[in-house]
């Protein structure tokens, strides 16, 4: 039943997803295993030049899946993620990178740690 809702969304075109969209589109992926469709997805929102919130919208994705997700699958998603020889697509990918790994959290606790203990 999922795979239908997530091919019905992925077909239609034309259509002007909202950020709530891109989020309902990313957890069937996730709960059909299909780190693909996310990536794509990231993929597509890190390219958006023309919005801010798109690339925002990719982030607190990625913040879920890290959240929720084992290794081996965030490892398959990164993996996934294009390499893009722009300059503004490298640099947003390597902070979806970045919250994908777990790594800007742990920086972001150690700072914290530091500066308040």
């Given at each position: 039943m999922l795979r239908l809702i997530g091919e019905n969304y992925s077909t239609k075109e034309n259509l002007k997803f909202t950020p709530l969209d891109f989020v309902n589109i990313s957890l069937i992926n996730?709960?059909?295993?299909?780190?693909?469709?996310?990536?794509?997805?990231?993929?597509?929102?890190?390219?958006?030049?023309?919005?801010?919130?798109?690339?925002?919208?990719?982030?607190?994705?990625?913040?879920?899946?890290?959240?929720?997700?084992?290794?081996?699958?965030?490892?398959?998603?990164?993996?996934?993620?294009?390499i893009d020889t722009s300059e503004e697509k490298t640099k947003k990918r390597e902070n979806l990178v970045k919250i994908l790994s777990n790594k800007l959290r742990d920086d972001l606790y150690g700072n914290f740690l530091t500066k308040f203990s």
């Amino acid at each position: 039943m999922l795979r239908l809702i997530g091919e019905n969304y992925s077909t239609k075109e034309n259509l002007k997803f909202t950020p709530l969209d891109f989020v309902n589109i990313s957890l069937i992926n996730f709960y059909l295993n299909d780190h693909e469709g996310i990536s794509k997805i990231l993929y597509e929102l890190i390219s958006d030049t023309t919005s801010q919130e798109a690339s925002l919208i990719a982030y607190q994705i990625a913040y879920e899946i890290a959240d929720n997700e084992n290794q081996g699958f965030i490892d398959r998603i990164i993996n996934s993620i294009p390499i893009d020889t722009s300059e503004e697509k490298t640099k947003k990918r390597e902070n979806l990178v970045k919250i994908l790994s777990n790594k800007l959290r742990d920086d972001l606790y150690g700072n914290f740690l530091t500066k308040f203990s």
